[in-house]
């Protein structure tokens, strides 16, 4: 829920770069590989100013594509993230009773209807993320996380906000967005989003990225890791993303395991280096077995890293 | 390019919203749900993207129009069905693809016969060595010769013969033939298969541009299934339901359950908010509002042969319910029962799930029909001492126990621990009862509905709406 301001980044200036492929550069810029539908679909999000969609497998760079988008843009970031029960007083408003409290009884004998003329004003609202994105004077990204997770009714509450870009608040009436933000949800795909907010939305499935992609992301992150060794690497984690494991190996994984085999010094990928290290990019004990039988480690060799 | 030409509709009626609303509706009948606010953002975006190159022009398509991954699917062949269509016409309408600019007639002379076949032998070449740019090379040669031999015109198969005739290219060598002739060394076999089918969809596509109907032909659904690996087409009509049948559970019996002031929770925020309005003392006491109750339901669902119309649907409502409820146990049975809470937990795509579960859920012992006796004793062990009143079971199934023990007892035992239980059995209520249904036996303890589609399936959530269920 912290607003955190992105380092402006070359193209901050403008409203995105000329076309897909100047965003992917961008995205590059910052440190985010970006494949070419994910460009093409942020340089439309940029330019159509509408919310994009993210879906796609955990760990796969999703919410890491807003971070990056802001500082590509230049915009700061207001995330907020979805949990279950998440309601509208953590999301969008909340009158800061305490101090509406105070000012009364700070003030004796107050005509009521200056008083509450007073109390219900913007000084005494707390504004949660999705009206600190709305009531921002200068363009944010706004990363909605796991949308998933919450329930049905709270997508529902936001419609309004993504297609009209205001918020109603009863008291003040509407509030309409100074700027625009650019809005990224992510789902994890844990249950079916409504129609009626994909309608709003472009839509953009993530997966996990070609071996190639893989590959210059490793690079990207573990400058040291040899190059055959990375290749390697990759092969192997592609691989194990294949099998049927609770939890598959994320790209965040693979790049610790990139780090961790850059700080062990290893040469090579042999038996002995995948049991000791194994257990970074696989978090389950049945799937560190299945692993362990598909790879033909035996259990004498797997010991924890 | 492909995308550009389909685009540019030279001499055509066509323009391009005239297009993309005929894309559209073939969407729609792959069940894809596009609206006039989708169309308006394709619209928009490809306004934005570089319409000749193919990837950005499908891109800007997919990410306005396709909008979950099945969509997706669905997108890309419906896209490539499409494009086909249209430029197998334009194939023949205009310029062939050959730039030596020689004639083109209906009927080939001897000379550019030749020419085309060493074009034709050179690209299968290049697309068995890998070459990238073959495939595209083939595809035009294919859409240049439906055109230029005058095929196109009658059944697929007998235009294919036609073409292959005129090229003779075979994989064997033939040595009589002079050299430089491409059949002198015979042509690789996979390469020629991969062109024939070229040839085909190019020969079917132009079949159903002539027939003047969009290419409906079968839903794709129906092709790639062959269990049910994919939901009814009315999946969301089950969602609506099922989140129905969710509000209905998480206040149900709660209207019965006493006077209000069993339940006075004070909610701070808000007391001291009215407060304000007596100038901070808290006269008006505000409790939290009730919370709805979180239902544990409890899913025991059938898939054996003797329901395997129905279990697309119920799997459907599996599905669903798993979307709407967070606690939720779900069980599948034949002979045996197993949970698979956890693979409904993981796999969110229908024909995932349905293939995960034929494949790993153990359920069946040797023959395959179900066992109902075993099932609910099975069942006691496993989730008796966690049912309470709060909790529904909902059981999927046609109570044809194949001549075996019902196990009333044990189902009864189950029943009366449950808060509710219903019953949605595929078969009419004509046929309960009958053969070896043995419906009857379990009607006392649990409420029970014929159920095999989404409309029913609303009619039943209706009712539970309507009539208080009762306590068993």
Same mark, same amino acid.
């Given at each position: ?305 | ?14 323009? +391009? ?20 606010? @989708? ?54 309408? &205009? ?53 230029? +031999? ?21 994989? @064997?060598?033939? !040595? ?46 129906? +092709? ?6 994919? !939901? ?30 069993? &339940? ?27 919370? !709805? ?28 319910? &798993? ?11 034949? @002979? ?18 349905? @293939? ?21 004793? &099975? ?26 023990? !019902? ?49 029913? +399936? ?15």
């Amino acid at each position: 829920m912290a607003v955190t301001t992105g380092q402006a980044g070359a193209a901050g200036q403008g409203l995105g770069g000329e076309d897909a492929e100047a965003v992917a550069e961008g995205l590059a810029a910052v440190g985010y590989l970006a494949g070419p539908e994910t460009a093409l679909v942020s340089y439309l999000a940029l330019r159509l100013e509408k919310p994009v969609l993210v879906e796609g497998p955990a760990g796969v760079g999703k919410t890491e594509l807003a971070k990056a988008l802001s500082r590509y843009t230049g915009r700061p970031l207001i995330r907020l993230q979805c949990y279950e029960g998440l309601e509208e007083a953590k999301a969008l408003y909340e009158w800061n009773y305490r101090k509406q409290l105070l000012r009364i009884q700070a003030e004796h004998e107050p005509g009521w209807r200056e008083v509450e003329g007073d109390i219900f004003t913007e000084e005494f609202l707390l504004a949660r993320p999705l009206l600190q994105a709305i009531s921002a004077s200068e363009p944010v990204v706004l990363l909605i996380d796991e949308l998933d997770k919450t329930d049905q009714e709270f997508e529902a509450m936001l419609l309004e906000l993504l297609s009209d870009f205001q918020i109603t608040i009863p008291e003040l009436g509407r509030i309409a967005a100074r700027t625009r933000p650019l809005v990224v949800i992510t789902s994890n795909n844990a249950r079916e989003l409504t129609e009626a907010l994909k309608r709003r939305c472009l839509y953009l499935w993530l997966d996990y990225p070609s071996p190639d992609q893989e590959l210059r992301i490793l690079k990207m992150h573990a400058p040291q890791l040899k190059e055959e060794l990375a290749r390697k690497l990759v092969e192997v984690v592609g691989m194990v993303r294949e099998l049927d494991l609770k939890k598959p190996p994320s790209i965040a994984e693979s790049i610790d395991w990139a780090r961790a085999l850059v700080l062990l010094g290893a040469n090579d990928l042999d038996a002995a280096t995948l049991a000791q290290t194994l257990s970074v990019i696989i978090k389950h004990r049945s799937d560190l077995e299945t692993v362990a039988a598909r790879l033909g480690l035996s259990d004498g060799e797997r010991r924890p890293a | 390019m492909a995308s550009a030409d389909l685009l540019r509709g030279e001499g055509r009626p066509a323009s +391009l919203p005239d297009e993309l609303v005929a894309f559209a509706e073939l969407l729609r009948t792959e069940g894809l749900s596009i609206g006039t606010a @989708e169309l308006l953002d394709a619209i928009a975006a490809l306004g934005l993207v570089d319409w000749r190159d193919p990837h950005q022009f499908k891109g800007a398509l997919a990410a306005t129009l396709a909008k979950s991954q099945q969509d997706r699917r669905l997108f890309e062949v419906a896209f490539e069905r499409f494009l086909l269509a249209r430029t197998a016409i334009r194939a023949r309408d &205009h310029e062939p693809p050959i730039p030596d600019g020689q004639q083109v007639g209906h009927t080939l002379g001897e000379a550019e016969l030749a020419a085309l076949r060493r074009r034709v032998a050179q690209a299968i070449a290049g697309f068995v060595a890998g070459d990238p740019q073959a495939e595209a090379t083939l595809r035009d040669l294919a859409r240049y010769l439906i055109a230029a +031999l005058g095929a196109g015109g009658g059944s697929v198969g007998v235009d294919l013969q036609l073409i292959r005739r005129a090229l003779d290219l075979r994989p @064997e060598a033939r !040595p009589t033939l002079e050299a430089g002739d491409p059949r002198r060394e015979g042509v690789p076999r996979e390469g020629l298969r991969h062109f024939e089918a070229l040839l085909r969809r190019e020969l079917e596509a132009g079949t159903i541009e002539r027939s003047g109907d969009l290419p409906q032909a079968r839903p794709l659904v129906e +092709l790639a299934r062959a269990l049910p690996t994919r !939901p009814l087409a009315d999946l969301a009509a089950v969602q609506r339901t099922v989140a129905q049948l969710r509000r209905r559970l998480a206040s149900g019996g709660q209207e019965r359950r006493g006077s209000r002031n069993r &339940h006075l929770h004070l909610d701070m925020r808000r007391t001291l908010r009215a407060s304000l309005q007596t100038g901070g003392v808290p006269i008006v006491i505000k409790e939290r509002p009730r919370r !709805p109750r979180r239902p544990e339901i409890f899913v025991i669902c059938d898939v054996s042969t003797s329901v395997s119309a129905a279990s697309v649907f119920f799997l459907s409502v599996l599905h669903a319910l &798993h979307d709407a409820f967070r606690k939720i146990r779900s069980f599948v049975f034949i @002979e045996r029962v197993a949970e698979i809470t956890e693979l409904c937990e993981r796999e969110r795509e229908f024909k995932a799930l349905s @293939e995960r579960i034929s494949r790993t859920a153990g359920v069946a012992d040797v023959s395959g029909y179900t066992d109902y006796g075993r099932v609910w004793d &099975h069942l006691r062990q496993l989730i008796e001492d966690d049912l309470d009143s709060r909790s529904t079971m909902l059981v999927l199934g046609d109570a044809r126990t194949n001549g075996r023990e !019902p196990g009333v007892g044990d189902f009864a035992a189950l029943a009366k621990r449950a808060g509710r239980v219903y019953w949605l059995n595929p078969e009419p209520r004509l046929y309960w009862n009958y053969g070896d249904s043995v419906m009857r036996s379990y009607e006392p303890y649990c409420q029970a509905f014929e159920c095999w589609n989404a409309g029913q +399936l609303e009619a039943v959530v209706r009712e539970l709406t309507r009539v208080e269920p009762r306590r068993v």
